[in-house]
């Protein structure tokens, strides 16, 4: 599941070194870098199936995977939460580092807000779910009665080709690296300030897909498919066509089609981004019932080879940026504005597949990714490694 999730992780990122994220359909068409007719299809299909979901399951197997990772130490007798913390400050360590040369880098916010899972860690399933579900309608209430009563101003019109953006797309196709960099800093902390106002699609989020990972490794969900095999073809059933609709109408903005007028845009917005976040949420959650049905007890290679790149989780991620940075930026082969959406996207589905060929060359000689060997060292580091000693 990790495996899959690196692929979805980064057919959305490529998006910002293309960098499609950043331009409008018009700007798009003037600068004739994609065909309309393929573009938009592409962009819709990509924002309903792809865009927000993967990064969800990613938050949820991180809950799964804290959960796992203290019932071996505490089998072991060994200080589960004193090496939790440390295990989060070398991932935090490693997201400033990311951070210093990407945007996107979701490692640091995953250390951050990782701790809180200590205190939920002997609490009863019905009080995690009661918190998440409590912070879930908190972000809605909170995002409601701002919109509400402090009546912001409607957005103003998209400018075509501002001032920014032209900097942007000069800086990404002609450089210099220290430009890119001023751009992605300025474009991270205008991000923190407005996933700060926003309760919707941010941190909060993320800490509800840790508490509901941590539920599956305390309810023991992986361990009881065959067990749970009927009621998750049922949910499935149910969830699955509610979340493609909850998911179209929160991506019909991109086909340029609004419920409300433009003085009423903020309370679109509101709108929009309730239906976006409950249905990435929803959509998540189908793909991890589907995903597990079809690769439950699964002993095909493709499963294998999956499996072993997602045993290369961090080491990828983190190459993923390093590969895309090559070929995108000036010092590289300069691809920003020569490759559709489609093409880009094609190109992530290549670098997934090197990725995936590597990482199952690599295990053949080593149990353990090169960053995850140093993850583990600087974690555990004289103490007795879990993963050996159960072995």
Known sequence: MRGICLLGILLANIQTYTPFEFLNTKEVAV??????????????????????????????????GFYLMLEKNTRLELNGNKLYIRRLAVMFLFGVIHTAVWMGDVLHVYAIFG???IYFYKRKTAVIFRWAAGIFLFGILLDVLRTVFFSPAPPHSQELFSKDTVHLINAYQYGPFSEILKIQYDKTLSSFIAITRSTMTGYEHIIILFLLGL????????????????????????ILPFALVLKVIACLPTLNVHFLSPQQAVYEQLFIKMIRFTGILLMAFAYIGIITLLLHKSNSHVAIWLGNCGRLGLTNYLTQTIICMLLFYP???KLTGKLTLLQSLLLAVLIFIVQVIYSNIWLKYYNIGPL???????????????????Q
């Open 31 to 64: 600068l004739h870098w994609d065909n309309l007719s393929t573009f938009l299809p592409t962009k819709f299909l990509l924002d309903i199936f792809v865009r927000g979901q993967f990064y969800t399951i990613y938050s949820f197997l991180f809950g799964l």
């Open 115 to 117: 701790i809180p899972l």
């Open 215 to 238: 539920i599956a490794g305390k309810t023991r969900f992986f361990y009881r498919i065959t067990e749970l095999q009927p009621a998750i073809k049922r949910a499935i059933f149910i």
């Open 331 to 333: 010092f590289g082969l």
């Open 372 to 390: 995850e060997a140093i993850w583990r060292r600087f974690t555990y580091g004289k103490q007795p490694d879990p993963a050996r000693a159960l």
